[in-house]
């Protein structure tokens, strides 16, 4: 791997379908997002990412499925456990979320959240640490909209094995990829800048006009953890109402195409929408928190006040033994079908 060029793992990687939410989902969240980001957050972005002066309406889009890239490559393996949470819950008859439960020792899409959150305004971080925290934040608030990256069984549903559009594949794959791409046509830039102007719409004066506010309510960039950790128990709850509302067995046979697809989608739709709006509102509110801390005079100032443990280490649940679910996970890290928890 060590000798292939990144351009021709990017293929590889479109090739086996690397992609969370899929490269069309993590777009169209940034699309969103980018919308509702004031002038200032937006210029501080770019600024982030080193693009100052860039003029491209793609600048959050065109990073967003980096983090699922760089996973894929042997440097970025460790990254792995930052894309979902493992709920070891029962669906369908219980679904909850428990942090100090599910999330692995070495992290989990909720502690990724809290520690990118804390890093990309830490003013003792280089450029390009910086950088990848601020991608890692537009890439991880995607993923933990996606039911099932917030549940344990049977990896997400990565092993659940079915048919969709006669496609064998899985129900893991079928929610981050092929039932977007089903409804939206493609997954180029332009599929994705479409698919979030509706959305943009649906919000701004639509359907979800009456409760995009609650989507982001109590939404604290102080409180990290409590904040994610609410974003995943919204979305872990759907893995039982409408992921698997009949069980697992129910979708084996037969293809998902079209009754299980007419039957989602629009629970898909609401969940890229949420995303976008709430990565949008949080890019907002990390860049006041590390403006309100420049003008401070930001490290120095904060002097009496305990820096953060810039490796996070302290946003981690105790350390405990592993799980079942927790060794099964360890054992397919990495490894495995390309339709892993991306
Ligand atoms: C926080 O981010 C740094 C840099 O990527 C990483 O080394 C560290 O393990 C992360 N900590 C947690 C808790 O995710
Ligand atoms: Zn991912």
Redesign the pocket.
């Known amino acids: 791997m060590a000798s292939l060029t990144k351009a021709a793992l990017l293929a590889l990687a479109g090739l086996q379908g690397v992609n969370a939410w899929g490269v069309l989902g993590h777009a169209t969240v940034a699309y969103i997002a980018q919308h509702y980001l004031t002038s200032e957050a937006a210029s501080w972005s770019k600024r982030a990412q080193g693009i100052l002066g860039d003029s491209s309406d793609s600048y959050l889009a065109s990073i967003a499925s980096w983090a699922d890239q760089y996973r894929a490559t042997a440097g970025g393996k460790?990254?792995a456990p930052?894309h979902f949470i493992d709920a070891e819950d029962n669906p369908p008859s219980s679904c909850n979320l428990d942090y100090e439960r599910d999330c692995g020792n070495?992290?989990c899409s909720i502690?990724?959240v809290?520690?990118?959150t804390?890093?990309v305004t830490d003013g003792r971080l280089a450029d390009d640490?910086v950088a990848?925290?601020l991608k890692?934040i537009v890439h991880f608030i995607g993923d933990l909209t996606q039911p099932l990256h917030d549940e344990a069984y049977e990896l997400g549903g990565n092993h659940i094995k079915v048919t969709f559009d006669d496609h064998s594949d899985n129900l893991h794959a079928d929610w981050d990829t092929y039932m977007p791409e089903k409804l939206i046509g493609g997954h180029t830039t332009n599929h994705a800048q479409t698919w979030s102007k509706t959305l943009i719409k649906d919000i701004t004066s639509g359907s979800y006009k009456s409760q995009a506010a609650s989507w982001i309510e109590g939404d604290d960039v102080g409180d990290a953890i409590a904040t994610a950790t609410r974003w995943a128990t919204d979305a872990n709850a759907l893995v039982c109402t409408f992921v698997m509302p009949n069980g697992p067995d129910d979708l084996k046979s037969g293809d998902l195409y079209p009754d299980y697809y007419n039957s989602v989608i629009s629970t898909i739709e609401l969940q890229i929408a949420k995303a976008g709006y709430r990565l949008g509102n949080w890019l907002n509110m990390v860049h006041k928190a590390g403006a309100a801390k420049r003008t401070e005079g930001g490290v120095e100032v904060m002097g009496a006040i305990p820096l953060p443990d810039?490796?996070?280490?302290d946003?981690?649940p105790a350390p405990r033994p592993m799980s079942r679910a927790k060794l099964a996970r360890a054992a397919m890290e990495g490894s495995c079908c390309g339709h892993e928890h991306d």
């Open positions: 460790w990254t930052f070495s992290g502690s990724a809290a520690n990118y804390q890093r640490e990848d925290a890692f810039l490796l996070g280490r946003l981690l």
